[in-house]
Nanobody, 115 residues
Framework: QVQLVESGGGLVQPGGSLRLSCAAS????????MGWHRQAPGKQREWVAT???????GYADAVKGRFTIARDNAKNTVYLQMDSLKPEDTAVYYC?????????WGQGTQVTVSS
């Protein structure tokens, strides 16, 4: 099994920044990708960003230019730096890890952007 633990969520004012972290542990053999999804109240879960093992990172249009994803392979950790936050970024953010055809998810961390 693979466990993912997110941290770094919270309440921030519009225009502010937050940094999310997600640490993976357990049976890790070879990570293909790590990334983030989010789910706002009353909406479906949507993809935010991915950092693959091979290739370039990818971002949803809604966050491109404001969010930055990064991985620390030595720590099996992925980060999401979120700048210029907007109220519409309010959601539960879920970390994911793809490995050998299987996907694993964290429990989620709440991000609230409000004045």
């Amino acid at each position: 099994q693979v466990q993912l633990v997110e941290s770094g969520g919270g309440l921030v004012q519009p225009g502010g920044s937050l940094r999310l972290s997600c640490a993976a542990s357990g049976r890790i053999f070879g990570i293909n990708a790590m990334g983030w999804h989010r789910q706002a109240p009353g909406k479906q879960r949507e993809w935010v960003a991915t950092a693959p093992d091979i290739g370039t990172t990818g971002y949803a249009d809604a966050v491109k230019g404001r969010f930055t994803i990064a991985r620390d392979n030595a720590k099996n950790t992925v980060y999401l730096q979120m700048d210029s936050l907007k109220p519409e970024d309010t959601a539960v953010y879920y970390c994911f890890l793809s490995q050998r055809g299987s996907n694993y998810w964290g429990q989620g961390t709440q991000v609230t952007v409000s004045s």
